[in-house]
């Protein structure tokens, strides 16, 4: 089975443009959500997706917006790039809400420059 | 508010020998506890969770996790460690309020090196 699968692997931007990262959930499961990793921290909540609704949003900035779509894969996206974006960005799904394990795909790595 | 803490950046142990990373929480209400390993260039692996029962959790590759209510620790252990076992180590806390259901507040991480 596949996991959870993000493109691009590696992306650069400069500051001020816009970026969208992908992100297909193991098949079945209906949630997702989006994590920012900067170098040296943790994952940091930004977006839960249900059914194609928001469920959770995080402390970020109103220039992060995602969705998902009927397939339950998901985009972020993020506009007016700031140097500070600059991070990992991981995905991860699961079957059910609840208690269940959060699966995270291997990350969208964005440089912005 | 919802926090874990992870007082160690990097903890080096010899192979062959016990290892232990920590982890400390604070939350409202039930704890719902995890470790994830993540290596280079990877994602988040699952490795263990605390949602209720025995205080000892096992979980993946020989890991297992000590829940202690009392000293609101979750501390990370292997009794005999591997080289492969060299990664980085992150502690998390489920946010349980409601229909935050897939929000998980991280730990800043623990880097674990074994040496041969």
């Known amino acids: 089975d596949a996991g959870v699968t993000q493109s691009p692997t590696h992306l650069i931007k400069t500051r001020g443009q816009q970026v969208t990262l992908r992100c297909s959930p193991i098949?079945?499961?209906?949630?997702v959500s989006w994590y920012q990793q900067v170098l040296g921290q943790g994952p940091q909540f930004i977006f839960q997706?249900?059914?194609?609704?928001?469920?959770g949003r995080g402390n970020f900035p109103d220039r992060f917006s995602a969705r998902q779509f009927p397939n339950y894969s998901s985009e972020l996206n993020v506009n007016a790039l700031l140097l500070g974006d600059s991070a990992l960005y991981l995905c991860a799904s699961t079957g059910q809400g609840g208690l269940a394990v959060l699966t995270f795909g291997a990350g969208s790595r964005l440089t912005v420059l | 508010a919802q926090s874990v803490a992870q007082p160690e950046d990097q903890v080096n142990v010899a192979e062959g020998n016990p290892l232990t990373v920590k982890c400390t929480y604070s939350v409202s209400g039930n704890p719902y506890l995890f470790w994830y390993v993540q290596y280079p260039n990877r994602g988040l692996q699952f490795l263990l969770k605390y949602i209720t029962g025995d205080n000892l959790v096992k979980g993946s590759y020989g890991f297992e996790a000590e829940f202690n209510k009392s000293q609101t620790s979750f501390h990370l252990k292997k009794p005999s460690a591997l080289v492969s076992d060299s990664a980085l180590y992150f502690c998390?806390?489920?946010?349980?309020?409601?229909?935050?259901?897939?929000?998980?507040?991280f730990g800043t991480g623990t880097r674990l090196q074994v040496f041969p």
């Open positions: 998390a806390v489920r946010d349980g309020r409601r229909g935050n259901t897939d929000k998980l507040i």
């Open positions: 098949s079945g499961h209906k949630s």
């Open positions: 997706y249900y059914e194609k609704e928001e469920r």
